[in-house]
């Protein structure tokens, strides 16, 4: 398996609504990351976890909760959003090659749209 | 604060023509650089990555060289496709030794015409 799968592809939800993004890699990778991405607009890095634990927070607002609950899987929960946190949202992994470089591998991505 | 900055914003060429897009990043203390390729909607899928030690990576029709010390990346597609027609994105890489930040550019959208 050399994928990440981000479920679900598309997401509708209130401003009041409680939901939850999923990804999940079988890859042994130790690194995930959640990054967000606005139309025509590159990806912008949310969240990275390493070895299962939170290493970077970039500022994000606490109406999104990211959570690992083991190496494979990564969640990011999402409650009290507003329009403009429609986005697409992208999970990634990452190893350490031999090279040293963490090489990442993308999910296709959950479109989420905040009515 | 790194910046990433990809030229030509948009690129339209007809089928068949050799083609270079551009990336230029502000501080050259980075581990690697990727090129991803982006469908509309989509995910990133991952064409070539650079290690900071080297000078360019070459993938069938794709190659790509860094100019590390210049702070200067190119991607050239020989022959090109309808089917390359997407957004190009460049990516520097920062970060720990687990994991990596990438900071992406804006993005060459490219259109080949049949």
């Known amino acids: 398996d050399t994928e990440v799968t981000q479920t679900p592809k598309h997401l509708v939800m209130g401003m009041t609504n409680k939901k939850s993004l999923k990804c999940e890699q079988h890859?042994?990778?130790?690194?995930m990351y959640w990054y967000k991405q606005k139309a025509k607009k590159p990806p912008e890095l949310m969240f990275v976890?390493?070895?299962?634990?939170?290493?970077i927070n970039e500022s994000v607002p606490s109406r999104f909760s990211p959570e690992c609950p083991n190496s494979s899987l990564l969640n990011l929960h999402l409650h009290a959003l507003q329009p403009e946190d429609s986005a697409l949202y992208l999970c990634a992994s990452s190893y350490q090659g031999r090279s040293g470089a963490n090489v990442l591998t993308f999910g296709a991505g959950s479109r989420l749209t905040v009515l | 604060k790194q910046e990433v900055t990809q030229i030509p914003a948009a690129l339209s060429v007809p089928e068949g023509e050799n083609l270079v897009l551009n990336c230029s990043f502000t501080?050259?203390?980075?581990?690697?650089l990727q090129w991803f390729r982006q469908d509309p909607g989509k995910g990133l899928t991952s064409l070539l990555l650079?290690?900071?030690?080297?000078r360019e990576q070459t993938s069938g029709r794709l190659n790509a060289s860094l100019d590390k010390s210049s702070g200067r990346s190119t991607l050239y597609i020989a022959a090109s496709q309808p089917g390359d027609s997407a957004t190009y994105l460049c990516a520097v890489s920062g970060g720990s030794s687990g994991y990596s930040t990438l900071t992406f550019g804006k993005g060459t959208m490219l259109l080949v015409s049949p």
């Open positions: 976890y390493s070895y299962e634990k939170l290493s």
């Open positions: 501080d050259s203390a980075i581990y690697n």
């Open positions: 890859m042994g990778h130790r690194a």
């Open positions: 650079i290690q900071s030690s080297q």
